[in-house]
């Protein structure tokens, strides 16, 4: 049976970039000749392709962001129309009802006053 490869870890952009600096920087070092040119246009690429993906990350990154603030902002926005509609409805309870003390004051006169004409 052939031996299973070791799983690894994908490396971050983050540290990607900073090999391909730190290859840059060597091969600055070097004497230049025919194959360190070619080196460096292999390292300046792969620092163009690392740099649009972390830009593309990064957009990905902020599109997602943005995409969860509107989903919040709605999801507040409905919220806050449930809320009105509980205070109205809570209001709407709370209210006075009328009672029959103003309109009661007003018969008892009546029937006083009728009660004062009948027995006159």
């Known amino acids: 049976m052939d031996a299973l490869p070791k799983r690894f870890r994908k490396k971050s952009v983050q540290r990607q970039l900073q090999a391909a600096l730190d290859a840059a920087q060597e091969l600055d070092?070097?004497?230049?000749d025919e194959l360190s040119v070619s080196r460096m246009?292999?390292?300046?690429?792969?620092?163009?392709?690392?740099?649009r993906l972390q830009a593309?990350?990064?957009?990905?990154?902020?599109q997602r962001l943005?995409?969860?603030?509107?989903?919040?902002?709605?999801?507040?926005?409905?919220?806050?129309?449930?809320?009105?509609?509980?205070?109205?409805?809570?209001?709407?309870?709370t209210t006075a009802r009328p009672r029959f003390g103003s309109n009661l004051d007003e018969k008892l006169k009546q029937l006083d006053q009728q009660y004062a004409e009948g027995a006159a």
């Open 29 to 32: 070092a070097v004497q230049p």
């Open 41 to 51: 246009k292999l390292v300046q690429s792969r620092l163009d392709v690392l740099s």
């Open 56 to 62: 593309r990350q990064r957009f990905d990154r902020v």
């Open 66 to 93: 943005k995409q969860e603030l509107a989903s919040a902002r709605a999801e507040i926005e409905s919220l806050k129309g449930h809320l009105a509609s509980a205070q109205a409805e809570i209001e709407r309870l």
